[in-house]
């Protein structure tokens, strides 16, 4: 992960590693990005195979509170 900007591109505060979670009635789970447009299901979106999600890490500056984020495989749950 030491290839992430260390510092804010809008005011050169001090970026914080997170990660976005997301609440949909079962456990928090870290977000995922999905190639593609979203398709409607009977029950929310259809989805690709749950291999082809890739984690979303999230950094806020400590500063101005700007947040950049990125999808790779090694930001997955330990």
Do not use: D
């Not at 398709?39 to 999230?58: S, V, Y």
């Amino acid at each position: 992960m030491s290839s992430l900007p260390t510092n804010c591109s809008k005011c050169s505060g001090a970026l914080v590693h997170g990660f976005t979670a997301e609440l949909t009635g079962g456990p928090p789970m870290v977000g995922f990005w999905v190639e593609g447009e979203p398709k409607k299901a009977w029950f929310g979106l259809r989805l690709p195979k749950q291999k082809e999600w890739i984690p979303i890490a999230t950094l806020r500056c400590s500063v101005c509170g700007y947040i950049e984020s990125y999808a790779r495989p090694e930001f997955a749950a330990k």
